[in-house]
């Protein structure tokens, strides 16, 4: 037992308060805490979406103006401002366009057409999956660029390409 106790020990430090590491990781964690509180409940109420799913969109993002930036500047590329802010604009459209669908959803239900929430549910699935399929396609355009090429993300696009059209024949029946 005192074996157990001994592996154990590392645990008083994590909460001795009085020493300064514990109290700046205290800090750090409050500030994240908070952060992602933010984030999560901004993307629940005015985007529709998980405060994950709004990381992840967020993330692909970065991924793919960071990708683009090296894709340029190996082919000799000369970097242009007006291409981040080119960026900024995207990803705001992007909320943008899950804003007025939520808004959409919402109004519609709150005027007595709640039998049309599932489908607006669905379609606002569908957006944000577009718009992630859109960045991977452009992430995986940019790693290519840059000599790396990734058969998963084709394996990805292949089967988004079979469910879009897949859904175009049962909406044009």
């Known amino acids: 037992m005192k074996e157990v106790m001994e592996h154990l020990a590392f645990l008083t430090r994590l ?3 009085a020493d300064m590491k514990v109290k700046i ?4 964690g409050v500030i994240a805490s908070t952060l992602l509180t933010i984030i999560s409940t ?9 405060g ?3 990381l ?15 894709a340029s500047k190996k082919e ?17 459209s992007y909320l943008i366009v899950l804003s007025v669908s939520l808004s959409l959803r919402r109004e519609l239900c709150a005027n007595g057409f709640e039998w049309m929430e599932v489908p607006l549910i669905a ?3 569908y957006i944000l999956v577009h718009i992630l399929m859109w ?15 990734f058969k998963v993300l084709g394996l990805i696009t292949s089967i988004f390409l079979i469910v879009q059209d897949t859904l175009k024949k049962k909406i044009e029946k």
């Open 15 to 17: 909460f001795d308060f």
């Open 25 to 28: 990781a205290s800090f750090y």
């Open 42 to 50: 901004f993307s629940v109420s005015i985007l529709g979406i998980s």
């Open 52 to 54: 994950g799913l709004f």
């Open 56 to 70: 992840l969109l967020f993330t692909i993002m970065i991924t793919d103006y960071i990708t683009g930036l090296r």
């Open 76 to 92: 000799g590329l000369r970097f242009i401002s007006k291409k981040g802010l080119g960026w900024v604009f995207k990803f705001g």
């Open 123 to 125: 379609i606002h699935f």
């Open 135 to 149: 960045e991977l396609k452009s992430v995986d355009e940019n790693f290519k660029r840059l000599g790396h090429e």
